[in-house]
């Protein structure tokens, strides 16, 4: 999203229901002055991608191309 509309994301919820999951990303328009221009991740890739279930919680892994 940021490279078409300039939307950098701040605040990430995800949350599961039975087999299906849902994310909210909320943020604003990059500013570079207020925010600094650092690495951009390109895309996520499906190399060690791993989601699993520990207890009542949930672990992700992913890995980004920047």
């Known amino acids: ?7 950098a994301g701040k605040v990430f919820c995800i949350s599961f229901q039975g087999d299906a999951f849902r994310a909210r990303v909320s943020g604003g328009l990059f500013d570079p002055e207020r925010n600094g221009q650092k690495l951009l991740i390109k895309a996520a890739t ?3 991608l791993s989601l699993r279930k520990i207890d009542a919680h949930w672990e992700a892994t992913v890995i980004f191309d920047i």
């Open 1 to 7: 999203m940021f490279d078409t509309y300039g939307f």
């Open 46 to 48: 499906y190399h060690n």
